[in-house]
């Protein structure tokens, strides 16, 4: 009996034991408990705070290119109306100069053939006489002369002055040689045909005797 008693005794120790380690256990899980929830929590919410981060950087990141292709585009767009109101300007230019240059060729070519008609008015005006000028016909023509010549001045046109002048083969053609004692050697002794300038370029040369 003392032994059956001694036995149950030690059962009971025994279950009483295992009674308080399993609730020393379940305590020990209650108390972790709330740890691990809060350590799941604090990284769930740092997860989502680098989530929202980097949201926003997207979102910031990408009107920010949006921007700088925009500003881009415009740049290029002004450089491209820079050059072409440039070459717009330049070709302005150029045909301005061409309709210049053929607008000169065209009265350039005019006037020389209205140069003859003058050399024959000269001409004719040489061979007149006193008497002769008194005429009514021939005041009528010198007006007419004069007239011409203005016109020829206006456009530009001017006489070469050679007759005394030192011999210049850029204004200057001489057709004959003379001698004189009055005049240095290489001096335009005559005018045997004028010379013309346009725009102070030679027109046509003088024609003209030089002095030997």
């Known amino acids: 009996m003392a032994e059956e008693e001694k036995t149950k005794q030690d059962n009971t120790g025994q279950e009483k034991k295992t009674e308080e380690s399993k609730a020393a256990k379940e305590t020990e899980e ?3 408990a709330p740890q ?3 350590k799941e929590q604090t990284t769930a919410d740092s997860g989502a705070a680098d989530a929202a981060e980097d949201s926003k ?7 920010d290119k949006e921007k700088q292709a925009l500003k881009d585009q415009v740049q290029s767009l ?4 820079v050059r ?3 070459e717009f300007d330049n070709y302005r230019k150029r045909t301005d100069k ?3 240059q053929m607008f000169s060729m065209g009265e350039k070519s005019v006037i020389e053939k209205i140069l003859p008609i003058v050399d024959n008015f000269e001409r004719g005006f040489a061979t007149v006489t006193e008497e002769e000028k008194k005429d009514a016909f021939y005041q009528g023509m010198e007006k ?4 011409l010549t203005k016109q020829l001045e206006d456009l530009g046109v001017k006489a070469i002055e050679c007759e005394g002048k030192e011999f210049d083969p850029k204004f200057h053609n001489a057709v004959m040689q003379v001698e004189s004692e009055e005049q240095e050697s290489g001096t335009v002794a005559k005018e045997l045909q004028k010379g013309y300038l346009y725009h102070d370029q030679v027109l046509r040369h003088s024609m003209v005797s030089v002095v030997k």
Do not use: I, L, N, S
């Not at 950087?57 to 009107?63: D, M, N, S």
């Not at 007419?144 to 007239?147: F, L």
């Open 78 to 81: 002004q450089d491209k109306v």
């Open 84 to 86: 072409q109101m440039a």
């Open 36 to 38: 691990a929830e809060t």
């Open 144 to 147: 007419v002369y004069q007239q």
């Open 57 to 63: 950087g997207f979102f910031k990141k990408k009107p």
């Open 98 to 100: 061409e309709k210049e």
């Open 30 to 32: 209650k108390a972790a």
